[in-house]
């Protein structure tokens, strides 16, 4: 049901989708409806921007992405022998990502094609 009120087109539809939801629980369940009502609509700022942007800012591929880099090259270190030598890698991957991002290939872009 969820995901029905996030694949519409616009965000009157999704509203409305979120009204319906909400509705059929609020008897059953009070709590989920309320919850609905409360988390739900933040959420749905995503439909305001244009469909090409959509799928990219609704997913977390980008910070899943940056965690698993992280993750092999800290491992690849082993040990660090203090925090800032940690700090100084993770760092390095970052900036790695940031400099890709904008001189090269880009996640999310302007056009809207």
Not at 7 to 35: H, I, Q, S, Y
Not at 40 to 52: M, Q
Request: glycine share 4%; proline share 4%.
């Amino acid at each position: 049901m969820l995901r029905s009120i996030f694949r519409v087109d616009t965000r009157a539809e999704a509203e409305e989708g979120l009204r319906r939801a909400a509705k059929r629980f609020r008897d059953a369940a009070p709590r989920l409806a309320d919850w609905m009502e409360g988390a739900i609509p933040e959420g749905l700022t995503v439909l305001d921007f244009p469909d090409a942007h959509r799928r990219r800012l609704r997913t977390t591929d980008v910070a899943e992405r940056i965690h698993r880099e992280t993750r092999r090259r800290t491992r690849v270190a082993g040990l660090f022998p203090n925090e800032d030598s940690l700090l100084r890698l993770v760092s390095a991957v970052l900036i790695e990502f940031d400099e890709e991002w904008a001189t090269g290939k880009r996640y999310l872009t302007m056009e809207t094609d």
